[in-house]
């Protein structure tokens, strides 16, 4: 749920993929761990060189090896709470890629009895990228909760990669 930067920050697959497994090894030094992160971070990084969703499927499956073939219907009834990467990454990308806009996406995660804070960061994160932002509305109720120091924190990040160009892919 931490590496979504790494998506943003660098140019190339190779690197983003690079960047992402160092991060975790602090955290999730475990191989499902910085596959978990290594996903997250293609995904992301794919969502902002504009490629549609079905290329982002196909990306993580054939280089990650996740099995992203169950539909949000399926994944729904029988999930249970599994803070493991395998138990909540491919559910989160899943429901960006079921998903219709940002808001469409974070409700289907948090629909889950799951670690929401966790799979809703990761599905937000891609989501983001690949609509063109959050709704301003969410931006406004979340403005009002944050402290100002970590809002600040958000503000200097997007003027440095977020706002070199947000396009929803064509």
Not at 71 to 100: H, K, M, N
């Amino acid at each position: 749920m931490r590496v979504s930067a790494v998506g943003w920050a660098f140019n190339t697959d190779k690197d983003a993929l690079s960047e992402a497994e160092a991060s975790a090894a602090f955290t999730n030094n475990h191989p499902e761990g910085i596959k978990g992160a290594q996903a997250v971070a293609l995904s992301v990084f794919r969502a902002r060189s504009r490629v549609g969703k079905d290329a982002i499927r196909t990306e993580i499956i054939g280089r990650l090896v996740y099995d992203l073939s169950a539909t949000w219907d399926e994944i729904r009834p029988s999930y249970f709470f599994d803070e493991t990467c395998p138990g909540t990454v491919p559910q989160a990308i899943t429901a960006f890629l079921e998903s219709d806009d940002y808001e469409d996406a974070i409700r289907k995660t948090i629909s889950l009895v799951c670690d929401a804070d966790t799979l809703a960061a990761i599905t937000g994160s891609i989501t983001e990228v690949f609509h063109g932002g959050v709704p301003q509305n969410i931006v406004e109720q979340v403005r009002k909760r944050v402290p100002v120091e970590l809002w600040n924190l958000i503000e200097e990040f997007r003027q440095k990669y977020l706002l070199l160009g947000i396009h929803p892919p064509e």
